[in-house]
């Protein structure tokens, strides 16, 4: 403050004195407002460069905006927190019922997937009870299952089970001559088994002719159908439930004819809005005051998101002053080294952070009011917006001179450790490749998994002799 206050006596001064003597001291004039324009500028460029610390000592003003990062950093933590509480009991409960299907549909299954696929078979008589046994418990599906479950609408919005099966055109027997005639054109027959067929006694169904499975051409048997279900569990946590639909697939795959059908189980787990749900208690109550808590983080990180803006406005006008101060009084240019030291990289980080933290928390209070459903995407943004702004705080670790000199070491080594990690992983991936041809077939236990493509790293050009950086600039005052 008492630079500004001299700076701004010797304008004054400097004002006064050329209506006193007259255009013949031009010259002076001309070269005390320099000097008074030299002045100015050199207090804000030392001010910009100050941690919050030193500006507080400098001009006794409150560091809003360090106050602001630190309640930003508590509130989002905790918003993340509840909101992985909550999506952990929603991937749980889709394993789960994942595993609860397995052993409904799959006939002798052990619990435990042999490979990628669930189980397997090996005769024709255990084909045949595999699949009548999925499609039997199906039927008896609310009297033999412990979920809350019920019967969902498929693709044509029939209920229904549809059992699909792919087989060869044409016979593809081994003859005595051991010629072998093979038509490569692949048909699909389909039928849907709806619950009053299902229920009938005589259960005709099952010697109709689709039925008859021509195991020399068959190449895959599909059962499909749709089950709803809801996750009473958040009631605990006061929370509205979830309603569920289920998409069910069960394929014999029979591909190989090596003698071997590999049964995969697989089910998609969509969250739909629950229709007709009367819940009484506190849920509601307890749903409100989540959204006005995720509202508030909004606000703070609209403040923030303001203020850093605000901070990289003011920075880039003072890089202006700069440079037009220097092509004016020295006719030489700042070199792009000393430009980028105007944009805090730290600032372009937090405003990320809080625009990802916005809409995460747009489409959690969404998913809180059960009209979104994208658990995925709020779980990214809100994840990576709370990782950005703990990797924050290391700026203001550097205010501090012996985690100043550990992040320093940091910057200086970091091109050379991607370097060596470029280098190392040319060996890494020609030895994967190796690996999965020579050992990968041979032992099931090796798996060799592709690593990621790494960035290329990239030199950074040195500025020439006649540029000039600012920080040796403030450093001389």
Known sequence: MPGRVESLDLRVRSRALGRSWGPRHGNTMAQLDSEVKEECLREDLKFYFMNPCEKYRARHQIPWKLGLQILKILMVTTQ??????GNQLVVAFKEDNTVAFKHLFLKDYSGTDEDDYSC??????DAYESIFFAISQYHRLKNISLATLDYGEN??????????????????RLSSNETLNIDSDIEIDCVLLDLPTLSESSQAWKQSAFFRLEFYRLLQVEISFHLKGIDLQTIHSRELPDCYVFQNTIIFDNKAHSGKIKIYFDSKANIEECRALNISGSTQKNTQYVLVFDAFVILICLASLVLCTRSIVLALRLRKRFLDFFLEKYNRRVCDTGRWEFVSGWFVLVIISDLMT??????????KAKTLTNYDLCSILLGTSTLFVWVGVIRYLGYFQAYNVLILTMQASLPKVLRFCACAGMIYLGYTFCGWI???????KIIFRFPARRKEVKNAKSCFPACVTVQPYIELF
């Open 80 to 85: 993340l927190v509840r909101f992985g509480l």
């Open 120 to 125: 397997s078979i090996y005769t024709q008589e």
């Open 358 to 367: 916005i809409v995460g928390s747009i489409l959690k209070m969404e998913i």
């Open 438 to 444: 020579v050992l990968g077939p041979y032992h099931e």
């Open 155 to 172: 693709e044509d919005n029939r209920i229904g089970l549809k059992v699909c099966k792919q087989h060869y055109k044409r016979e593809t």
